[in-house]
């Protein structure tokens, strides 16, 4: 079934969306650079409650994945900072804490499998996409 939402109280733009593997979360990653976790309240989704709040990236949150277990969010920022956050606090936590993490998705280009591929010796990245 397809889910309609809106989503308010964002004064910056909106740039990726991503519902947990359980159903029960929504990450919403932003121009503000951060990423808002909300968990939903009842079985229909229609009410929900901002959970967490994860503060560290320094250019708008592009891409968001989720581990399996729906404890774990990944993201890459537009200047390709790769950060891993708990859902429930909005804590960041340590690369090494996630590194072994099965996650549910594959939409973050900049990953710990992918990190080799991407290298560029002038810096120059704007082929990540």
């Known amino acids: 079934d397809t889910k309609v939402h809106t989503v308010q109280k964002h004064p910056d733009g909106l740039e990726t969306v991503k519902f947990s593997p359980n159903g029960e979360m929504l990450a919403v990653g932003c121009h503000d650079s951060k990423i808002y976790v909300y968990k939903f309240t009842s079985g229909s989704h229609q009410n929900f409650d901002k959970l967490a709040e994860c503060s560290g990236h320094?250019?708008?949150?592009?891409?968001?994945?989720?581990?399996?277990?729906?404890?774990?969010?990944?993201?890459?920022?537009?200047?390709?900072?790769?950060?891993?956050w708990r859902a429930e606090s909005g804590d960041q936590i340590p690369d090494s804490d996630a590194a072994?993490?099965?996650?549910?998705?594959?939409?973050?280009?900049?990953t710990f499998q992918t990190l080799g591929i991407w290298f560029a010796v002038d810096g120059e990245v704007t082929d990540v996409n």
């Open 58 to 84: 320094s250019s708008y949150v592009k891409f968001l994945d989720w581990s399996a277990d729906s404890n774990l969010i990944r993201s890459n920022s537009d200047n390709h900072e790769l950060m891993f």
């Open 100 to 110: 072994n993490t099965d996650w549910a998705s594959q939409s973050c280009p900049v």
